[in-house]
């Protein structure tokens, strides 16, 4: 029953540093997502990948980037960090690219940069 | 292109007594609309959708929601709260006007329950 594991679950890294969140998924999902949660505006959407081997930016993809390295495996990369770039970082993942497919969520990554 | 409001960043209700989380959508196409809600250190978990079958959506927990396409509306309800109903509360909507296939989220509603 794991459903959508994120690792790491905690990281503080300093500015300029890169790093790789990974997310995986065993529900054999089609698409996949990455958001950010920030206080006061809800979940906003970095990427996403509609099936293996396609990706697309959504609405707040710069600093970003991401590999659909397989159909259970979506990851997120930050570059260079930035203190901007703290937040909560969660995947999720759905059945199919249909509108009315509900999303699974992971726990979250909560990401600190100093 | 699609977005929600969610009226009222934190609702404070005694238990027992009736929850009403509101929210309103923008969208230029038929919606999908979904609420979600979040406990403490974990991710959303799904406690109901509409999507076109039936106006009155019944959920986990006994929450429900109406959709109302004249008010642009998909007010969550649940007739009598339990302490266990405080967490975060969050409305979407995802429409095939963006071409996009992914999930517009407001920005939350803090359900406060005291006893």
């Known amino acids: 029953n794991a459903g959508v594991t994120q690792t790491p679950k905690f990281q503080v890294l300093k500015t300029g540093q890169s790093m790789t969140l990974q997310c995986a998924q065993d529900?054999?999902?089609?698409?996949m997502y990455w958001y950010r949660q920030d206080p006061g505006m809800g979940l906003r959407l970095i990427y996403y990948?509609?099936?293996?081997?396609?990706?697309d930016k959504g609405e707040v993809p710069n600093g970003y980037n991401v590999s659909r390295l397989n159909k259970r495996e979506f990851s997120l990369r930050l570059e260079s960090a930035a203190p901007s770039q703290t937040s909560v970082y969660f995947c999720?993942?759905?059945?199919?690219?249909?509108?009315?497919?509900?999303?699974?969520f992971g726990d979250g990554t909560r990401l600190s940069i100093l | 292109a699609q977005s929600v409001t969610q009226l009222g960043s934190h609702v404070s209700v005694s238990e027992g007594a009736l929850v009403l989380l509101r929210c309103n959508y923008s969208s230029s196409v038929p919606p999908y609309l979904f609420w979600y809600v979040q406990y403490p250190n974990q991710g959303l978990q799904l406690l109901l959708k509409?999507?076109?079958?039936?106006?009155l959506v019944k959920g986990i927990n006994g929450f429900e929601a109406e959709f109302k396409k004249s008010e642009t509306s998909f007010h969550l309800t649940k007739p009598s709260a339990h302490m266990s109903d405080a967490a975060e509360y969050f409305c979407?909507?995802?429409?095939?006007?963006?071409?996009?296939?992914?999930?517009?989220f407001g920005s939350g509603t803090r359900l406060q329950v005291q006893p």
């Open positions: 990948s509609a099936s293996e081997g396609t990706t």
């Open positions: 979407a909507v995802s429409a095939s006007d963006t071409g996009r296939r992914a999930l517009t």
């Open positions: 999720a993942s759905s059945a199919g690219q249909g509108m009315s497919q509900p999303q699974h």
């Open positions: 529900m054999n999902h089609n698409s």
């Open positions: 509409y999507t076109s079958a039936a106006t």
